[in-house]
């Protein structure tokens, strides 16, 4: 079994991932976290900040890393389509859908 961090490891984890420039993937490979672990106890530690309605929510470029994606239609066959998301670590994600 793991070992058991209390809240104040976690706050000193997020500290250091703040300062370290890393993306979660590599932080939490370098210091050999679960990534879902890293999420639970992030959710628990840094709660998104409050905004001026509650559909608004500001993400850190810093420490998310989101990507802006565009969508180019090269068929008029609506019926069709083919998506394929690569994700941090080498996973790709396809999904297809055809008629």
């Known amino acids: 079994?793991?070992?058991?961090?209390?809240?104040?490891?976690w706050q000193l984890i997020f500290s250091q991932?703040?300062?370290?420039?890393?993306?979660?993937?590599?932080f939490c490979k370098?210091?050999?976290l679960t990534i879902s672990n890293f999420y639970k106890w992030r959710k628990r530690i840094e709660p998104l900040p409050?905004?001026?309605?509650?559909n608004d929510i500001e993400f850190?470029?810093?420490t998310d890393h989101w990507q802006a994606i565009s969508v180019n239609h090269h068929s008029t066959d609506t019926k069709q389509w083919n998506i394929e998301?690569?994700?941090?670590?080498?996973v790709v994600l396809n999904m297809r859908a055809t008629s």
């Open 1 to 9: 079994m793991g070992k058991q961090r209390t809240i104040e490891d």
């Open 17 to 26: 991932f703040h300062a370290s420039g890393l993306t979660v993937t590599q």
């Open 30 to 32: 370098q210091h050999k």
């Open 50 to 54: 409050a905004t001026n309605s509650e």
């Open 60 to 62: 850190s470029a810093s």
């Open 85 to 90: 998301l690569t994700l941090p670590g080498g």
